[in-house]
């Protein structure tokens, strides 16, 4: 037996599992790309993402050209 869909507690259909229907899969799925689901982790701000992709300073790369 499986679980009844997330959504709208109908029993779920084998081909849209966990889903009951593609509507409740694509509603799903709005609300992973609209963000109303987060996971849980550590806060970031938005110089976050910079500081992690910036291996060494501007003035680093500079200095190596003769």
Not at 51 to 66: L, V, Y
């Given at each position: ?29 709005g ?15 938005p110089?976050?993402?910079d ?16």
């Open positions: 037996m499986t679980a009844p869909c997330p959504l709208c507690k109908k029993p779920a259909d084998q081909a849209h599992l966990p889903f009951c229907s593609k509507r409740c899969a694509d509603i799903d799925l609300r992973w790309l609209k963000g109303v689901y987060v996971l849980p982790g550590a806060a970031s701000g110089d976050d993402e500081a992690q992709t910036d291996s060494a300073p501007d003035d680093a790369i500079d200095s190596e050209t003769p």
